[in-house]
């Protein structure tokens, strides 16, 4: 008796046709020199590919971390492009009752968006992105804290975002009332109104004439991470 065996041959890899990255109000191609933490700690890939034998799966690899993150899919259209995607948490610390550590440092890391299918074979798109979860910092090296001041006075000091930072973007300042900013968070003390450019970013210098409280607003260069000083 003959019998017949079929089976399929898959020598094509699986196209990527698009990887972009989701923040809560905007959204990116995939590209060097994105730049991810503070308030963007957790964006979110989304990849659409497609492959004759279907796509298997879908994973995203960081430099310096041991694990993968694996996508989850979403969607798939008519044409036959598949949809995935994954949010990342880029702030997340490592798990003591898990060997597996996702903490991604910051500075500068590959990121390789890695699809397979059901063949085995796979296809693969890195860039480099800038990963900036740490604070800037800020000194006034001027005056000290409670410094009774009259007439004109020139304000000055220096900032730093450090070597793996996204750098300075503006430094502001503010004079407030002790009652305005008295008991309050640094994110309630930035939304006042009132702040004002002052002049420089990593060193920095403000003239102003008359009393009140005062405040440094530091907001980094991707508009991410903040300090407030007084």
């Not at 001041?149 to 002790?178: F, P």
């Not at 920095?204 to 508009?223: A, M, Q, R």
């Amino acid at each position: 008796e003959n019998g017949l065996l079929s089976f399929s041959l898959d020598t094509n890899n699986p196209d990527i046709d698009s990887v972009k990255i989701n923040f809560e109000s905007q959204e990116l191609d995939f590209a060097n020199n994105i730049k991810i933490g503070g308030i963007y700690a957790n964006p979110t890939f989304k990849v659409t590919a497609t492959d004759g034998n279907h796509i298997k799966s879908v994973s995203l690899v960081v430099e310096g971390v041991e694990e993968s993150y694996p996508f989850v899919k979403s969607g798939e259209e008519a044409s036959g492009e598949e949809l995935w995607e994954v949010t990342i948490d880029t702030t997340e610390t490592t798990d003591k009752t898990d060997k597996t550590d996702k903490k991604i440092e910051n500075g500068t890391k590959t990121f390789e968006i890695r699809v397979e299918d059901m063949a085995g074979r796979i296809t693969t798109s890195t860039k480099t992105l800038l990963v900036d979860n740490q604070t800037p910092s800020i000194s006034v090296e001027s005056h000290i804290p409670n410094e009774q001041v009259t007439g004109t006075v020139r304000i000055s000091g220096t900032t730093s975002d450090g070597d793996k930072g996204s750098g300075i973007e503006s430094v502001k300042w503010l004079i407030a009332k002790k009652s305005e900013i008295e008991g309050k968070s640094s994110d309630e003390i930035v939304a006042l109104d009132g702040w004002t450019d002052v002049n420089g970013k990593d060193a920095w210098n403000y003239t102003f004439s008359g009393d009140g409280e005062l405040g440094n607003y530091v907001k980094l260069g991707t508009n991410q991470n903040k300090d407030v000083s007084e």
